[in-house]
């Protein structure tokens, strides 16, 4: 089993910087953050699930673009990664910052 945890604080995020936001999100994550009213928290929420994921894989090798960070229906998010589902992630942000959990 792996547990990762991640935190960051969202005044740090750039949200004029495209670059960055193609580094983090992937191509279906744009276009949902491109539609949200809350870009920061959105953005701020993924990089720190992914970092998360990435250390409960213990893999630094994992390309942030092909971690996608989804929700269903009931708002859970959860990832897919490869082609496989995983359920285990607590995405919470509170001000000034965002903070995720991932068990694998």
Do not use: C, Q, T
Request: proline residues 2%; hydrophobic residues 40%.
């Amino acid at each position: 089993m792996g547990v990762g945890v991640d935190i960051i604080n969202l005044n740090r995020l750039d949200l004029n910087n495209d670059k960055f936001i193609h580094f983090v999100l992937s191509p279906l994550e744009i276009e949902i953050f491109n539609k949200r009213k809350d870009k920061r928290e959105y953005l701020g929420s993924r990089w720190a699930s992914k970092e998360a994921f990435i250390k409960a894989k213990n893999d630094r090798n994992i390309d942030f673009k092909n971690i996608v960070i989804l929700n269903e229906d009931s708002g859970k998010p959860y990832i897919m990664y490869n082609g496989e589902k995983y359920k285990n992630i607590s995405i919470s942000h509170e001000k000034e910052y965002a903070i995720s959990v991932v068990v694998i």
